[in-house]
Every structure is written in C-alpha cells, then in structure tokens.
C-alpha cells in the first residue's frame, strides 16, 4: 500500500475497509467492525449495510504533542500532523501560523513521529485513543466548538450483507438506537454535500430523548470562512433536518467553497 502520497489527494471513498467488505460480500466473514467516519455512504445495490451500530464514544479531537504543550502555546511554525482536511481548516482558524501537514500510518506510527521530532504535534480522536489504551498520551482536548467532528467521528459500523438475515438479527442485539440516529442524520448531510475525504464537512448530531440537534459547517481552506448551520427536532426527522441543512448550506455557498478545495490535493 502507498504510504507516502497524502491521504487527502486520494479521490476515492471507502480505501480502508474495501478489502475487509469484499470477504464480507463473499461470505468469508460474517461480518465487519469499521470507523463509521471512515466508510462510505452504500449505494443501494451494494450488497451490504450497516447492521448495527454501537452505542457511540467521544466525538472529541485530542492534540498529542511533544512536551505536552497546549495548541495556544505551540511556536510559530510547528509542525502538526493530520490525515484529514477538515482538521486543517480549523487549525488553520484557531492557530493560522502553525503548519499543518499531511502524516501516514496508525495511532501508535503517528504518535512515534511526534516523538521522534517529526512532528510537533498530532491532531487525533480521542475515541480511537480510548479503544487503544493510549489516553495517557493527550496533551489537550481541542473544544468542539472550534473543532467540528467528522461525520460518524467516535461510532462504529458493524457491516454485513444484507441478505444474511441471521447474522443482521444477531448484531441487532448490540445497536444503540440514539447514536443509530445521529449518524443517520450525519450520514444524509454528506450524501447531500456529497462529502468525502478531500471536503472538510464537520456534522455533530446529538439525540437526547425524542429530540436531537444537528449542526453542520464547512471552512474554506485558509479557515477564515465558515459556513455553519444547526437545527432541532424531533429525532423521527433526523434525516429531514440533515437534509435542510445540507441544503442551506449549499444556499450559502458550500459548493463554491467545496470546489475551491477540490483543486488543492491532485
């Protein structure tokens, strides 16, 4: 696998659990366990869906640096590794005179290039941290005011193939109906802005009860622009909801910010 080119100047979906869905598909596994923020949005005759979706863990970004040092106090000119361009706008919002830069590899690779002085810092969920025993290795929680989430950041995906009922049954038995319905709604703003890995499209939506509220923003590359929309409803028209927004931010000039982003990574 090519470890060096970045990958936000990879334009496909889905590159990391393609391999893994395809011995779902052809009846090697049963099933597969995904980063929701990683998979796609299936196209109805792909022979797959989201059988279950655990109950959800932090949304949050975690800043993991050398010393320590908090975002606020990192020198001019630091070197911040991160995969994802929706995190490069916003570090370019909060810090415009750090320089953030494309990294490769896993939790534990990119956390060893901080250590070893390739990078001052790291930009990282605090979910996947959680899930491999490293949280010792935060050095801040970045607000998430000023550090939307991707959609789906903190849940998984449980995927299997559709026609196999029993399996779907079973992992029925481990879904979380309030996450369920954030990432639905999540996962209808990017279907709508046709998201993807080279757009930086933050959405957090959280269900309380029958309600839920959903907010969704996208930056302009410098960060300076941010468009940014929220509502709330009933958490039966999750979708709806995520779907004016998506449609209100188009309105306000998504697609030209989405357009001007498109170029940068080829």
Same mark, same amino acid.
């Given at each position: 696998?090519?470890?060096?080119?970045?990958?936000?100047?990879?334009?496909?979906?889905?590159?990391?659990?393609?391999?893994?869905?395809?011995?779902?598909?052809?009846?090697?596994?049963?099933?597969?366990?995904?980063?929701?923020?990683?998979?796609?949005?299936?196209?109805?005759?792909?022979?797959?869906?989201?059988?279950?979706?655990?109950?959800?863990?932090?949304?949050?970004?975690?800043?993991?640096?050398?010393?320590?040092? !908090?975002? =606020?106090? +990192? /020198?001019? @000119?630091?070197?911040?590794?991160?995969?994802? #361009?929706? %995190?490069?706008?916003?570090?370019?919002?909060?810090?415009?005179?750090?320089?953030?830069?494309?990294?490769?590899?896993?939790?534990?690779?990119?956390?060893?290039?901080?250590?070893?002085?390739?990078?001052?810092?790291?930009?990282?969920?605090?979910?996947?941290?959680?899930?491999?025993?490293?949280?010792?290795?935060?050095?801040?929680?970045?607000?998430?005011?000023?550090?939307?989430?991707?959609?789906?950041?903190?849940?998984?995906?449980?995927?299997?193939?559709?026609?196999?009922?029993?399996?779907?049954?079973?992992?029925?038995?481990?879904?979380?109906?309030?996450?369920?319905?954030?990432?639905?709604?999540?996962?209808? !703003?990017? =279907?709508? +802005? /046709?998201? @993807?890995?080279?757009?930086?499209?933050?959405? #957090?939506? %959280?269900?309380?009860?029958?309600?839920?509220?959903?907010?969704?923003?996208?930056?302009?590359?410098?960060?300076?622009?941010?468009?940014?929309?929220?509502?709330?409803?009933?958490?039966?028209?999750?979708?709806?909801?995520?779907?004016?927004?998506?449609?209100?931010?188009?309105?306000?000039?998504?697609?030209?910010?989405?357009?001007?982003?498109?170029?940068?990574?080829?």
């Amino acid at each position: 696998m090519d470890q060096r080119t970045p990958l936000f100047s990879l334009d496909q979906k889905g590159i990391f659990e393609k391999e893994i869905d395809q011995a779902v598909l052809d009846g090697r596994v049963d099933f597969a366990v995904h980063s929701m923020k990683d998979i796609p949005v299936f196209d109805k005759d792909s022979g797959l869906l989201i059988a279950s979706v655990p109950e959800r863990g932090s949304v949050a970004d975690m800043l993991v640096s050398k010393g320590d040092v !908090l975002l =606020r106090d +990192l /020198e001019k @000119g630091s070197r911040i590794g991160t995969s994802s #361009l929706l %995190r490069v706008a916003q570090l370019r919002r909060a810090r415009p005179d750090l320089n953030p830069e494309p990294i490769r590899g896993n939790v534990e690779t990119r956390i060893q290039k901080v250590d070893k002085g390739e990078f001052d810092a790291v930009v990282l969920a605090e979910a996947g941290l959680e899930r491999l025993g490293m949280t010792g290795r935060i050095s801040e929680q970045l607000p998430v005011e000023d550090f939307m989430p991707a959609p789906g950041q903190g849940a998984l995906a449980v995927v299997a193939r559709s026609d196999n009922l029993g399996v779907i049954d079973i992992l029925r038995s481990i879904e979380h109906p309030q996450t369920r319905a954030e990432i639905e709604a999540e996962r209808e !703003l990017v =279907r709508i +802005l /046709e998201g @993807g890995c080279k757009v930086p499209v933050g959405a #957090l939506a %959280r269900a309380h009860g029958d309600g839920i509220r959903i907010a969704a923003c996208i930056f302009s590359i410098d960060g300076r622009e941010k468009l940014l929309v929220e509502r709330s409803g009933s958490v039966r028209e999750g979708t709806v909801l995520a779907r004016e927004i998506g449609e209100e931010l188009i309105q306000k000039g998504a697609k030209k910010i989405e357009a001007s982003w498109r170029t940068v990574y080829v």
